[in-house]
């Protein structure tokens, strides 16, 4: 029975000691997802307003550019999947993944080759382990990305959609990221960065009832264009970017809080059992004194006669 009760007690002392880590854990992706949803609100004007300034020159000029024109076959196209370079955040990257997989199904069912791009170790390690191509991949800077970060993984990207497809390059840009909603719900979804699709925008914007504003062109619609190109796809990785830290942030805290009540059940569970030997214990120590004593009783009663 002793061997039983230090049973437990090793293993209440083991939980206990885990359900400090996850607390800390806990406490430490709190303070960081307050930080990073300040960043995203920071960051989203600009985006928006510099997205509203692209489809206004798009949807004001004739202009043939990349940013902004359909292509008339579209046969490849990148999908930029940002996931995390840790874990412990429940199904934050599992769920990117398989929004991922399923835009790249859909794409393929279209009749495109999709080359596949990944921000984060956890995306990288899934791929890797399935042997499947990764054109480009970025680690190291999920937890907390800058700009200079976006501007790392937006370089390759903006050198595909500039090249022709027959040389290389691609047709269309996707980008998968989870969503930083609240602190409760995270959404991963999918959207196309590139061809930027004017109708979409101007129809958005009808429905705010904003007004896209008008600009004059110097030089030209094109020049205007060329330089927009690497500031929009900069500045939507950015705030993706600052989404998806976000994001697994806060299902980082959901999960080390779960993680924490969990040993904190688990440790009431064992402290009962313990207790419950500890008793059991007693319970035969004084039996085996009674009948001891008993014993001790009737063999003194027997010598006396």
Do not use: C
């Not at 989203?44 to 489809?55: D, H, S």
């Not at 791929?127 to 937006?154: L, M, S």
């Not at 129809?203 to 600009?215: A, Q, W």
């Amino acid at each position: 029975m002793g061997a039983q009760l230090r049973v437990y007690k090793r293993r209440i002392k083991s939980v206990t000691a885990t359900k400090k880590i996850t607390k800390a854990m806990e406490m430490i992706a709190a303070s960081r997802v307050v930080k990073a949803q300040r960043k995203v609100t920071a960051s989203t004007p600009y985006a928006t307003e510099l997205t509203r300034a692209v489809t206004a020159v798009g949807t004001g000029s004739n202009t043939n550019h990349p940013l902004t024109t359909e292509p008339e076959t579209a046969t490849r196209s990148a999908v930029l999947l940002l996931t995390s370079d840790r874990g412990l955040a429940g199904a934050f990257n599992s769920n990117a993944i398989k929004a991922a997989e399923k835009l790249t199904a859909r794409l393929e069912a279209e009749g495109k080759e999709v080359e596949i791009y990944i921000v984060g170790r956890r995306g990288v390690a899934h791929y890797n382990f399935r042997e499947r191509k990764i054109a480009e991949q970025w680690t190291g800077f999920t937890d907390e990305p800058t700009y200079a970060d976006a501007k790392k993984v937006a370089g390759p990207l903006i050198e595909a959609i500039e090249k022709d497809s027959a040389e290389g390059g691609v047709d269309e840009l996707h980008i998968v990221y989870t969503e930083f909603i609240s602190m409760m719900t995270q959404s991963a979804i999918d959207g196309r960065l590139l061809p930027l699709s004017l109708e979409e925008v101007a129809e958005e914007s009808k429905s705010t009832g904003e007004i896209l504003p008008l600009y004059d062109f110097e030089p030209s619609a094109e020049d205007v264009l060329d330089a927009l190109l690497p500031r929009y796809v900069e500045s939507r990785i950015y705030n993706a970017l600052l989404q998806s830290a976000a994001s697994k942030h806060a299902a980082t805290r959901r999960a080390m809080k779960s993680a924490t009540d969990n040993a904190g059940d688990l440790i009431n569970s064992l402290s009962r059992l313990a207790n419950a030997a500890r008793q059991a214990e007693i319970t035969q120590e004084i039996s085996e004194i009674v009948g001891g004593t008993a014993a001790l009783s009737d063999a003194t009663a027997g010598s006396d006669k």
